[in-house]
């Protein structure tokens, strides 16, 4: 079942994904050489918290924590960990969700640690061309197909694997709403989109193959290969003038480059 959301709706939604880049941008600007990603999620409550909002992927089917935050070869939800220090030239993705009036925030975004290979940094920017390209493609009459199609195409051309396992999906009162958004597909294909729909867009890229393994712990997903992938994730409104993007990166590179 796919909720459109009214304009209001909208307005809520964007109010919850600017804190959760506000959020990004307070623990973005916490990540160099000897953090621990325990540490980084403790700032993201506290920012999460002291703005009225709530951490949404706390207890979230068990979650134990607010952020995910998955290092090198880990695509997605790696569980912060006070053993888990950082070092110079990790490539470091987290992922953060927030809930207050009544809708959910959910967006990502991957961090270098210092310096990091030049290859790597490649890796990085493609995978967020890649949601751009994606996003490009999320206007009304438009299917679902054309924006995986679009972030598949990117990625691929660039030799990276997309990984299957894992989607996007509708955003609204629930983190996980109908239509599931792949980053593999066919022009065309899927569901219709149409306005007042609210996706969520996250490109999960890898360096080599991209077959996924399911750890231990029960959630942290990482390469089979354990070479490095790259996640970044939007919100995004489908509008009458195209896409409206309610996730806002730019908070996030201010901070970076100050
Ligand atoms: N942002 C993730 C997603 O889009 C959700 C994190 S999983 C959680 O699916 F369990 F930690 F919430
Ligand atoms: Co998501």
Redesign the pocket.
């Known amino acids: 079942m796919i909720y459109l959301k009214t304009d209001e709706e909208i307005e809520l939604l964007r109010e919850n994904n600017l804190l959760v880049s506000r959020t990004l941008a307070e623990v973005g600007r916490r990540i160099v050489p000897g953090v621990t990603t325990k540490e980084l999620d403790k700032i993201a409550e506290d920012f999460i918290r002291s703005h009225g909002a709530v951490p949404?992927?706390l207890g979230?089917?068990g979650?134990p924590a607010s952020l995910?935050i998955s290092v090198n070869e880990e695509v997605?939800?790696g569980i912060p960990s006070s053993k888990r220090v950082l070092r110079e030239g990790d490539i470091v993705s987290v992922?953060c969700?927030t809930f207050m009036k009544g809708f959910v925030g959910?967006s990502?975004y991957t961090f270098a640690v210092g310096e990091v290979a030049q290859e790597v940094r490649q890796l990085m920017d493609v995978t967020k061309e890649a949601l751009y390209k994606g996003t490009a493609q999320a206007k009304a009459g438009n299917r679902v197909g054309d924006i995986s199609v679009a972030v598949q195409e990117y990625a691929e051309s660039f030799g990276y694997g997309v990984v299957r396992e894992?989607e996007?999906?509708g955003l609204g009162r629930k983190?996980?709403e109908d239509p599931g958004v792949p980053n593999y597909g066919a022009r065309g294909r899927g569901p219709l989109l149409k306005e007042g729909m609210v996706i969520?867009i996250?490109p999960m890229i890898t360096m080599g193959g991209r077959s996924v393994v399911f750890e231990r712990d029960g959630w942290t997903v990482r390469t089979r290969d354990r070479k490095p992938a790259a996640h970044y994730?939007f919100a995004v409104a489908i509008r009458k003038n195209g896409p409206d993007v309610l996730t806002d990166f730019s908070i996030i590179e201010q901070e970076l480059n100050k």
Do not use: I, Q, R, S
């Open positions: 949404a992927f979230y089917e979650y995910c997605v939800h992922d969700g959910d990502a894992l996007g999906h983190m996980h969520c996250e994730e």
